[in-house]
């Protein structure tokens, strides 16, 4: 008697089988093989599944609290946590997918029959790894805190979408319950059922894991589980495909029709005039298709997954980008060397570098670095200090920014102040990103509100910062003027939310992301002082103002290639200098015509 002829009988033991059927043993028939089609097709469809929640979990739960849903999110999560219970730690162990692995092969031990070997009693492992392994690559791309902690940069990564747990266990449970046969008693049916759904819920009640977190991960693992079920159509027949062919072909038509005019716009502001990368024409390009509220769901998802180290150090500041001799009788007139804020202190922190001198030998421009935030001390600003008695300043159109083209100098620094020429240094935000107005040579740009932080420029080429309407005011006659935003420091002391940005006063973005950042304020004796360097929080950027002296202050242009402050040496020729050494664009920008609009240092 054959195996296959051998009578079936019912198993006593809740945790057998019935001896497998031909689907199971050996070689299976014709008719039970998938064609290469249909794992295409399976394939395509769950590679299709991942790439969607890729996008929405950058767009729609990026961890900065500002997601498309977020904000259901977090509600759900409010209204289903009821209590600690003191389980936090033991949830986390048990939804580690180490424990869940294990759990799995406890599974296929449970299940397992004496008799030929049977690959589908391998299925729960191999497809609770599998779970895993799906939910894992898009969860290493999204990252966000657990609730309670959005914002809070030392925990943004501390759960992930989908969770690797929810997709693990929901697929261990369906496949165990597949596992098991029709003819097991229903109560363990129902048991694996109600455990699988108890590990998932326990860490929503406690507040461990996020609902769309979870939710998510339960829809991969089901996935997982339907694409791999050989009881689902095997192929498609002929008139599917002709019908797919008929529809599809139409829709192929359309798509290219749409791309000629997309293409050719983008095309159109990859030829502009003006210096500018060819990432910055690409988000400029989506930014004015209406496509800003992604872009900046795409920044805010990569500023998280780049977040500085906490624990990383440096052992040397960068050099001073220019050193200049200064007259000894001129000494006096520097800034005082600051007090390092992370001790000990580096060779030169603090110390300020002169730059360039006038013929009299008094200083006109001086450098300096140090390390702003005690948090992530191998964090650098680098500080220029601006000597309003021996320098003055001009506002330059960009050729697109602030609007309405370049002006009168062509979008670059002119060339009949090349020869004076010491440093030039970004301006602020796109017009559109900021609610304020510009005088910029000679032309108005929308009109100045009251409240904001504004650069004045006077006739006499003299500089400050100051509030519209209460430190400055039209009647003073300036012939430059640049809004952007709200003070970030009045009188000394930083303003109230800057740290947190509650309100959105200090960007769009509401939150305190490190970036590249740059700001510019006045001191109490009348100079300026630029400051910048990247991964900076708000709150970094304000302090490191403050710390350089300080006691009114305004935020500039931010993020990576919009931050630039350059310092030109005129022997043997001109030659541009980078304040930082990172910072990511030329040292002679500005030289050549630029899309935005900046601020020119030259010798009174």
Not at 273 to 293: C, F, I, K, S, Y
Not at 364 to 373: E, G, V, Y
Not at 406 to 426: E, K, M, Q
Not at 521 to 527: C, I, L, N
Request: proline share 7%; hydrophobic share 45%.
């Amino acid at each position: 008697m054959t195996l296959l002829e051998m009578p079936r009988r019912h198993p006593d033991n809740l945790f057998t089988r019935p001896p497998p059927d031909d689907r199971e043993i050996g070689t299976l028939p014709d008719r039970h093989r998938w064609p290469v089609g249909v794992w295409r097709r399976r394939a395509m469809a769950l590679v299709a599944a991942m790439l969607g929640l890729v996008g929405f979990g950058i767009f729609a739960v990026t961890p900065d609290g500002t997601g498309l849903v977020q904000s259901v999110d977090s509600q759900l999560s409010a209204r289903l946590h009821v209590g600690n219970w003191g389980l936090s730690d033991l949830t986390h162990a048990l939804n580690s997918p180490a424990v869940i692995m294990l759990t799995s092969i406890v599974a296929c031990i449970g299940l397992w029959t004496p008799g030929p070997f049977c690959k589908r009693r391998l299925r729960p492992i191999a497809m609770t790894a599998g779970a895993g392994l799906a939910a894992w690559l898009p969860a290493i791309v999204v990252r966000r805190p657990s609730p309670g902690h959005l914002g809070d940069l030392s925990a943004a990564n501390a759960t992930s979408f989908p969770s690797i747990a929810a997709a693990m266990i929901t697929t261990l449970a369906l496949t165990t319950i597949a596992a098991t046969g029709t003819r097991v008693r229903p109560l363990l049916r129902r048991t694996i059922a109600g455990v699988a759904i108890i590990a998932i819920v326990v860490p929503l009640l406690t507040a461990s894991s996020w609902p769309l977190d979870d939710l998510a991960g339960v829809l991969v693992g089901f996935l997982l589980f339907r694409l791999s079920d050989r009881s689902v159509s095997r192929n498609e027949s002929p008139s599917r495909r002709r019908m797919s062919r008929q529809v599809g072909t139409p829709i192929v038509v359309a798509i290219l029709a749409t791309c000629i005019p997309v293409g050719w716009s983008y095309v159109t502001i990859l030829r502009a005039p003006g210096d500018a990368g060819v990432d910055q024409r690409t988000v400029e390009w989506l930014r004015d298709n209406g496509l800003a509220p992604l872009v900046d769901r795409g920044e805010s998802w990569w500023l998280w997954r780049n977040l500085p180290s906490p624990t990383a150090t440096i052992a040397a500041l960068p050099a001073p980008p220019v050193t200049a001799t200064i007259a000894m009788s001129a000494t006096s007139l520097l800034p005082n060397a600051i007090p390092a804020v992370i001790q000990p202190s580096l060779p030169g922190e603090g110390i300020w570098t002169v730059a360039s001198t006038n013929p009299s030998g008094r200083p006109q421009i001086a450098t300096m670095t140090f390390r702003p935030d005690p948090f992530h001390p191998s964090l650098v600003a680098g500080v220029a200090w601006i000597n309003a008695a021996t320098t003055k300043l001009t506002l330059i159109a960009g050729t697109r920014q602030p609007g309405g083209g370049a002006g009168s100098a062509g979008g670059h620094v002119p060339a009949t102040s090349l020869g004076s020429l010491l440093a030039v240094f970004n301006s602020g935000y796109k017009m559109k990103d900021t609610p304020g107005g510009t005088l910029i040579e000679g032309k108005t740009t929308r009109t100045m509100v009251d409240g904001l932080a504004t650069l004045a420029i006077s006739r006499d080429g003299s500089a400050t910062v100051g509030e519209w309407g209460t430190d400055l005011t039209a009647s003073h006659g300036y012939v430059g003027l640049r809004q952007n935003l709200h003070l970030m420091v009045r009188h000394g002391i930083i303003a109230e939310g800057v740290t947190t940005n509650a309100d959105g006063r200090w960007g769009t973005v509401r939150n305190t992301l490190p970036t590249w950042r740059s700001g510019l304020g006045v001191t109490a004796t009348g100079d300026l002082v630029y400051a910048a360097g990247n991964n900076l929080t708000l709150g970094v950027l304000a302090e490191a103002l403050v710390h350089a002296g300080a006691v009114t202050a305004m935020e500039l242009d931010i993020h990576r290639g919009m931050v630039t402050f350059n310092l030109f040496t005129h022997q043997p020729m001109l030659k541009g200098h980078k304040l930082l050494p990172d910072m990511t664009r030329p040292a002679d920008r500005y030289l050549a015509a630029d899309w935005r609009d900046f601020v020119m240092v030259t010798s009174r």
